[in-house]
């Protein structure tokens, strides 16, 4: 098993009260931002993201790297504090969404970054949700908010405190561990590990390998549809239900 590594348009609304997992934003005062960077050779994007919605989408024959936002906060103190940076690093692009933080601070960044699909995407965030379809492979570290992925051509590698998490045709493996919130899985040409889940039911489709639940907390877990093994060492609590596994079968009594 691999050792833990520890990612369309996002809604761009004027005038209205946005709530991003729990914190409401009041868009008094707004502002736009777009970058543009030439790939050149490099083969990952790293993303910082504070907070803010985050949708990453690879598109074939892209050259670039394109960062749109959109910028929102209660006053212009505020608004005149967020910032957009992309810049090379090396053999990566970073993209650096600035949110400022802190008693009586009311503001967020929204982005949506276009990337060749070939790019590989690092991502570290805070508050938000993460949609991700069409690149090569992903690492995610997220703080709060829902992560939606589709159309992976690589590996997933996600630390998760809090928020559903729904994948949807992956090629390679998927290497997790969340807090607690649903997770969803359907369509992996490899195998799924769970190093740790908190809490939150765990439903598991069409899984090309193995399954490996290392430690489960509370809610159900359902497999189906499997072609390797089905491991699950340790469950707190909740049902375990599984078929259409290839495998061996070894869940707690």
Not at 23 to 46: K, L, P, W, Y
Not at 156 to 170: C, K, P, Q, Y
Request: net charge negative; proline share 2%.
């Amino acid at each position: 098993m691999k050792r833990w590594l520890f990612a369309l348009t996002v809604p761009l609304l004027a005038g209205c009260d946005l709530d991003v997992t729990g914190i409401n934003v009041s868009c008094d005062v707004e502002e736009d931002f777009f970058e543009a960077i030439a790939a050149g050779r490099a083969s990952t994007v790293r993303i910082i993201a504070e907070t803010g919605d985050l949708r990453v989408e690879g598109r074939p024959g892209l050259t670039e790297i394109r960062v749109s936002g959109r910028a929102c906060a209660e006053d212009r103190r505020d608004l005149n504090e967020i910032d957009l940076v992309v810049q090379r690093a090396g053999a990566s692009i970073r993209v650096l969404g600035l949110v400022p933080s802190g008693a009586g601070i009311n503001a967020r960044l929204d982005l949506v970054v276009e990337v060749p699909e070939y790019m590989f995407a690092e991502i570290d965030h805070d508050a938000g949700d993460i949609d991700v379809t069409n690149v090569s492979g992903i690492s995610i570290y997220d703080g709060s908010g829902d992560v939606l992925l589709d159309y992976i051509y690589g590996d997933v590698d996600i630390s998760d405190e809090s928020g559903f998490l729904r994948m949807r045709d992956v090629a390679g493996d998927v290497y997790l561990a969340d807090e607690s919130g649903e997770i969803d899985i359907d369509r992996v040409d490899g195998g799924v590990y769970i190093d740790e889940d908190g809490s939150g039911n765990i439903v598991l489709t069409g899984i090309g390998t193995d399954v490996y639940i290392v430690e489960d907390g509370t809610g159900d877990i359902t497999v189906d549809d499997v072609l390797g093994d089905l491991t699950v060492e340790y469950d707190s609590s909740g049902r375990i239900t599984y078929r259409n596994v290839r495998g061996r079968i070894t869940v707690p009594r």
